[in-house]
């Protein structure tokens, strides 16, 4: 699982859409849909943001509707099943403003269309697969009231959110250690660190392999061995030095332990190796904040304006030291280019 974020400065599109990431793989769709509702406003999806990353935020809030949606459709036939017509209605209602899976919706028409007085059997909609669109949410009763009907969505389904939100090559990777590891993944993400533990260590007992040591790592640093952590993140980084994960984790272990010039080494290593480099920009500019050096911030996060993922983001971070700086007119020029809302 993933370490918190160390470094928020200004709440720019990254700080919402990493909120919402954590939301979504603990199966709080609501509150991840409103999260990457807000990364989408800061992004500014019809300026300057890299398109492929508006689309990323796009998939995501319509992976949370049809979530939404699904969880709805079991609370709506529940109250079909109990002559509830009107609290049917209502979600179905949240189904069609907030699903664009096609099933759902067509389910949801059909129940919408049934007579009053009838009492249509359980139907159950088709896996939701990912698509476009978004709309902003209006459902989070339904869903914080009716939590425990997550048991109606299968491990399968838990564990795809949960793996899709992981960086480069992780997913494919995550997804193809195993049904044990998988096992394990679902009992973090349900609460069990301790026995997920368990289930990881027995694994590596087979062979180590960076991903289990990164999984057990963070699990120690959880429960407060950090000499463990940073030993794991050692040996996961040992085996692939490209882990993106392992890397930033290495970085806030560090940053957390005040060790900040050794953050600062791991950080140039990303950048020199090509390891997310962008966001090892980013966070070498936040550790010179957290220093008080900021003519390397601005530095750092000058690099990253011809980035069209992050220009926005680093200029956000830029304006505030040009301004205590006294240099207004750099301030305003990269406002007025990074439009309303970057800083």
């Known amino acids: 699982m993933f370490l918190k974020k160390l470094f928020n400065f200004s709440k720019d599109y990254s700080h ?68 509830d017509r009107k609290k049917a209605e209502e979600h179905l209602g949240i189904i069609m403003e907030l699903a664009d899976d096609a099933d759902l919706r ?44 997550d048991e109606n969505i299968s491990g399968e389904d838990r ?3 949960y793996f899709q939100t992981l960086p480069g090559d992780l997913p494919e990777r995550y997804a193809g250690m195993g049904a044990e590891f998988a096992r394990a993944c679902l009992l973090n993400l349900a609460g069990d660190g301790a026995g997920a533990l368990r289930v990881f260590e027995e694994l590596s007992a087979d ?20 000499d463990r952590c940073g030993q794991l993140l050692g040996k996961a980084l040992g085996l692939d030095p490209g882990n993106p994960l392992c890397n930033i984790g290495l970085v806030q272990l560090y940053t957390e332990t005040g060790r900040v010039p050794e953050a600062l080494q791991v950080l140039e290593r990303m950048i020199a190796t090509n390891v997310a480099p962008g966001q090892a920009r980013l966070m070498q500019g936040d550790l010179y904040c957290l220093l008080d050096d900021e003519s390397n911030a601005i530095e750092s996060y ?4 011809a980035d069209p993922q992050f220009a926005k983001e680093a200029a956000g971070r830029i304006i505030p030291l040009l301004q205590r700086q006294g240099r207004t007119e750099e301030a305003a020029f990269l406002a007025k280019k990074y439009g309303k809302g970057c800083c």
């Open 159 to 161: 564990l795809a959110l």
């Open 16 to 83: 919402y859409l990493e909120k919402g990431d954590r939301c979504l793989a603990a199966e709080r769709y609501a509150d991840a849909r409103n999260a990457y509702g807000e990364a989408l406003e800061r992004l500014g999806a019809g300026g300057e943001a890299d398109p492929s990353l508006v689309e990323d935020v796009r998939r995501k809030i319509a992976l949370t509707g049809n979530m939404l949606g699904r969880l709805n459709l079991v609370e709506a036939e529940h109250a079909l099943a109990g002559g």
């Open 207 to 226: 062979g180590d392999n960076d991903i289990l040591n990164y999984e057990m790592a963070i699990l120690y640093y959880q429960q407060g061995d950090a």
């Open 106 to 149: 067509e389910t949801a028409e059909r129940l919408l269309a049934a007579p009053a007085a009838g009492t249509p059997g359980t139907v159950h909609a088709e896996p939701v697969h990912d698509c476009g669109g978004c709309r902003g949410s209006a459902a989070e009763t339904a869903t914080d009231e009716h939590h425990d009907m």
């Open 302 to 305: 000058s690099r990253l304006l």
